[in-house]
Every structure is written in C-alpha cells, then in structure tokens.
C-alpha cells in the first residue's frame, strides 16, 4: 500500500482493493460489483483537495489538470501553474507517461493535452522550462516532424492517439498539466 493514491473498501467483505491511480471522478470498483464498495482517495495535506490537485507519493508531487480554456495560450499555462505554487508538468520518465495516463483516462478529453517541452526547429534538442535537456519522449511514430513552418514548437499529446507525443505550434490550445513538488524537511 506504499504507492497507493486511491482505494476501494468493501466492509461487508471486509475486502480493500488500493491502486495507485488518484481519480477525481468516483471509478467503478475495477471489476468488483459497485454494490457495498466505498471509494477513497488518499491524500495529503500538502495537496488540499479543494485546490483540484491529486497527490502522488510515487513522485513526491501533486498534480492537477486544467481544462482547454479557448481565451489562453501556451504562453498563460506556466504563469498559471506558477500563481498555484508549481509548474507545467514535466514528464520525464516512461513510468511517470503511464501514471499520467492512467490519471487522464477517466477524462473524456479530445483536446490537446501540454506539458513542458519546447524547441527551436533550427536545434537539435528538446528543452524543459528550466532550459535543461529532455532525455524522455513518448513520440507518436510519424514525430517529430522535421518542418520549419515556425520556429518554435511545443508538445502536445491527445488521448485518441494512445497519448503519444506529437510537436506542435505554439498557437495550439488544449488543457494542461501542472505539477507541485513535495519537498521534504
């Protein structure tokens, strides 16, 4: 029960079922009949829930998604992860893709989904917001694509497509991913 963010206690039973998927929206009790079946998530206090963020003890952070705002852009979405005490959410890391994964699929989100990623066409690499190199892509197989339409890309990834990454133009909108640390004293 270490990584668990949400479980599933069944009293009559005396059965509890804990995953390490944090949900918003109450899930099914995951193939057990929903009759008698309570859902908790597990939370922190360093993550209040009324703030909309969802805390992971795998990564010592706490999450939230935003849904796609038509009135802001790219440029809005690190001020606003900012103002909440955190930053666009950096993926780094196959396991981390999937819990964040595994967390937008009780989402029914056909927009773009963005987190930290931006190049300049004329340079070989990928750069988080702290101008450190990516090492980790969960590229779509037709990405990145090599064109030079505009100077600046970013990332991108839709649900439909398995959440693959793709690089697209800064003017595209969607929802995005804000992450806060967890430091420990």
Same mark, same amino acid.
């Given at each position: 029960?270490?990584?668990?963010?949400?479980?599933?206690?069944?009293?009559?039973?005396?059965?509890?079922?804990?995953?390490?998927?944090?949900?918003?929206?109450?899930?099914?009790?995951?193939?057990?009949?929903?009759?008698?079946?309570?859902?908790?998530?597990?939370?922190?206090?360093?993550?209040?829930?009324?703030?909309?963020?969802?805390?992971?003890?795998?990564?010592?952070?706490?999450?939230?998604?935003?849904?796609?705002?038509?009135?802001?852009?790219?440029?809005?979405?690190?001020?606003?992860?900012?103002?909440?005490?955190?930053?666009?959410?950096?993926? *780094?890391?196959? &396991?981390?893709?999937?819990?964040?994964?595994? #967390?937008?699929?009780? $989402?029914?989100?056909?927009?773009? /989904? !963005?987190?930290?990623?931006?190049?300049?066409?004329?340079?070989?690499?990928?750069?988080?917001?702290?101008?450190?190199?990516?090492?980790?892509?969960?590229?779509?197989?037709?990405?990145?694509?090599?064109?030079?339409?505009?100077?600046?890309?970013?990332?991108?990834?839709?649900?439909? *497509?398995?959440? &693959?990454?793709?690089?697209?133009?800064?003017? #595209?909108?969607?929802? $995005?991913?804000?992450?806060?640390? /967890? !430091?420990?004293?």
């Amino acid at each position: 029960m270490d990584e668990s963010m949400s479980m599933f206690y069944n009293g009559d039973a005396q059965k509890c079922i804990c995953i390490n998927t944090g949900y918003i929206k109450r899930p099914s009790a995951l193939g057990q009949s929903v009759a008698g079946w309570n859902y908790y998530l597990i939370l922190d206090e360093r993550c209040y829930r009324e703030s909309g963020y969802v805390y992971s003890k795998i990564f010592n952070s706490c999450y939230k998604l935003h849904p796609e705002n038509a009135s802001l852009s790219y440029a809005d979405y690190s001020p606003i992860c900012g103002n909440e005490g955190g930053e666009l959410m950096k993926i *780094d890391s196959e &396991k981390k893709q999937q819990h964040i994964v595994d #967390f937008l699929d009780q $989402f029914q989100l056909s927009s773009w /989904i !963005l987190f930290q990623g931006h190049h300049r066409t004329a340079e070989l690499h990928w750069y988080y917001n702290d101008k450190s190199i990516m090492s980790y892509f969960n590229w779509h197989p037709t990405q990145p694509e090599k064109t030079l339409t505009y100077a600046d890309e970013i990332i991108g990834m839709k649900r439909h *497509d398995g959440y &693959k990454w793709h690089d697209i133009w800064l003017y #595209f909108k969607g929802a $995005f991913l804000c992450e806060r640390r /967890i !430091l420990e004293y």
